[in-house]
């Protein structure tokens, strides 16, 4: 008997060529589509999040400028209330005389206090000679040529005068005065009342506000000096008004902006809001350095365009697993085709047997239509009784879909000749809902005088419930140990398997075990081939045992290992080499070589990793030495010194990371993949010893294992 392929693959066989020529350039559309929507969305992201930094960054700093405006401001007015209250009871009045000094030092030092932003009131008279001062200081001196003492006594009106920044004559560093005019009787001038405040105070204050390390705070008064800046500039102490052409554009009172743009004075790129104050001459600039707010913006644009690039691979790895479905989907339809082809080609006689069987069995015609029933089974997996069967159609005893079902699958075996099976579900005349299995069969033509087909049902129920749950604990354990083993099983296999051809037909070419290659250049290449192959193979493993490391998998086999024998093997590995490079390569054991607690592989890797490595990097005519020290209760020491090439101190610094090496020419002159010193190290760690390295450039190199006190045991008989 010839069987006709099932359903499922008919319908794959229907499958016409072109269809999977149109599906591969919709894949590749597909793919586009979604590689420029991921390279977009990363754009509008990072451009989005830059802009937000910079308004959040313009928010910040408008925010403290309107702070530090007002705190300003207070300072000064509370300084000239204090100044215009001495100036007032100084001042002769009607019916009322001014105060005499000691009366006004006895009121000075009622309103000094370290809490008010004044360090000091000082009272002149109207020749500038100061008279009182806060201080307790001798009034020797003369303040006549201080534009604070020059405005009052010019100018009756002019109220609150706030000075420029003026040096101390007593060395107590830069300060500004806020005056008020006293005046005599006759409301003649007769001299100023001033509050001095310290601009240090402010340098103070500024310098423990939270700016960024590039951060910018500058008090300004209204004539372009500069009383106060955050960092304090070393030329602002010499020169105040340095910078006064930068405030003239942002004199007037009550002034509020903010610019993105590079800064006049140090070059820097900031946002910088200024607040002016409204009724005094003061302004406040505060600015954030871009390289300061945009520096956690930059670290989250470099992780989103990694990831985007992960996604990116991702997709590309996507598609060419989907493009390799593809062609194993296309070449499955060619199969099916032909195997069709020869299904109906062929016909068969089926001998039914169906008496003997279980299962219900039945006769249909071409319109599905109940001839006989063989064999029924249990009568209980009927729908209907068996006996109102005969004559009855398909579509009269059970539902549509499996009616439907079951007459393409009668029709199509009469018609092809070919057995057709197919499931499907059925409630019984117990009212259990059940699963069955279907199989066609057509039956000889001499059977009946138009085409039959014989149709076996069997219950499947309890076959489908086992199946679902077995699908449903596979999922669940297949889900569970897909990300852990999927890159070794994809290393292992489609990697070690094809090199492992490679290297093995390659070695029997190179050595002619079928005969001679016929020219000399084919054993050339066939030997490149072999070598290429091994070092691919080697560096296979060196990634697998990277991985192994990184990830925790790899379990140490300890037991009693003589350390000279494992060094003394080592080290007859690498004579040959070591001879072929003119290097002299020796061993010299201080004491007994212990034997040490460890698993012996991965000892031999430790050793033979840097004693290839030293070997290598040693030019002709060089050494290279292993020393094995072991102290009574102290670490097991072993050095590999040699006169090689040495490290470069900017390389030191990373040499025992993964894939790093010293520069890229050496990777070009020696080759390797940077793993080796990586593995060594983890190795030894996993040991619970220490590797550390000692190296200059062009002198050579001494790599040092320490293995622990506790991992030295008696030797083992």
Known sequence: ????????????????????????????????????????????????????????????????????????????????????????????????????????????????????????????????????????????????????????????????????????????????????????????????????????????????????????????????????????????????????????????????????????????????????????????????????????????????????????????????????????????????????????????RLTAMVNALPDLAFILDGDGRYTEVIGHGSPDLLAVPAESLHGRRLHDVLPEPVADRLLAATRQTIEGGGPQRLEYPLTTRAGRPAWFEGRTAVLPADFAPRPMALFLARDITDRVEAAERLARARDLAESASRTKSAFLATMSHELRTPLNAIIGFSEIMVHGMFGPLGNDRYREYATHIHQSGIHLLDLINNILDMSKLEAGRLALEERPVDLGEVIAACAALNEVPAGKGGVALSVRMVGDPPWVMADERALRQILLNLLSNAVKFTPAGGTVTVTVESVAGGPVVVGIADTGIGISPEAMAHITEPFHQADTSISRRFGGTGLGLAITRSLVELHGGKLWIDSREGCGTTVTVSLPPERVVEPSL
Not at 171 to 197: K, L, M, P
Not at 234 to 243: D, V
Request: overall charge neutral; proline content about 5%.
């Open 1 to 348: 008997m010839t069987a006709r392929p099932e359903s499922g693959s008919a319908a794959i066989a229907a499958l016409p060529p072109m269809l999977f020529v149109r599906l591969r350039i919709a894949l590749l559309c597909l793919v586009a589509l979604v590689v420029c929507g991921l390279a977009a969305d990363a754009v509008l992201e990072i451009v989005r999040t830059r802009e937000e930094a910079v308004a959040e960054a313009t928010r910040q700093t408008g925010n403290l400028a309107e702070t530090l405006e007002l705190h300003a401001s207070s300072a000064f007015r509370i300084a000239d209330l204090a100044a215009a209250s001495l100036a007032d009871r100084m001042s002769h009045r009607a019916g009322r005389p001014g105060l005499s000094p000691e009366e006004a030092m006895e009121l000075i030092q009622e309103r000094l206090d370290p809490s008010l932003p004044y360090r000091n009131l000082v009272v002149t008279d109207a020749e500038g000679n100061v008279r009182v001062d806060g201080t307790g200081i001798p009034p020797t001196f003369n303040i006549a040529d201080r534009s604070y003492f020059r405005v009052q006594r010019d100018r009756p009106d002019a109220g609150m005068f706030i000075s420029e920044p003026i040096r101390s004559r007593l060395g107590r560093g830069w300060f500004v005065a806020v005056s008020r005019r006293i005046t005599d009787a006759a409301g003649a001038f007769a001299g100023i009342a001033y509050a001095v405040i310290d601009l240090d105070m402010f340098d103070r204050f500024y310098a423990s506000l939270d700016v960024g390390p590039n951060g910018v705070v500058t008090l300004w008064s209204r004539d372009g000096y500069v009383l106060a800046r955050r960092p304090r500039d070393a030329a602002l102490s010499e020169n105040p008004a340095r910078f006064s052409d930068i405030v003239t554009r942002i004199r007037e009172p009550g002034y509020r902006g903010t610019l993105h743009s590079v800064s006049p004075i140090d070059g820097k790129l900031r946002v910088r809001s200024m607040r002016a104050a409204t009724d005094l001459p003061v302004l406040v600039t505060v600015g954030l350095a871009e390289e300061d707010f945009l520096a956690l913006w930059r670290t989250n644009m470099w992780q989103r365009m990694a990831a985007s690039a992960a996604a990116f691979l991702f997709v590309v790895a996507l598609t060419l697993l989907l493009f390799r479905q593809l062609r194993a989907l296309e070449a499955t339809t060619r199969a099916l085709r032909e195997s069709e082809a020869q299904a109906r080609a062929s016909t068969g």
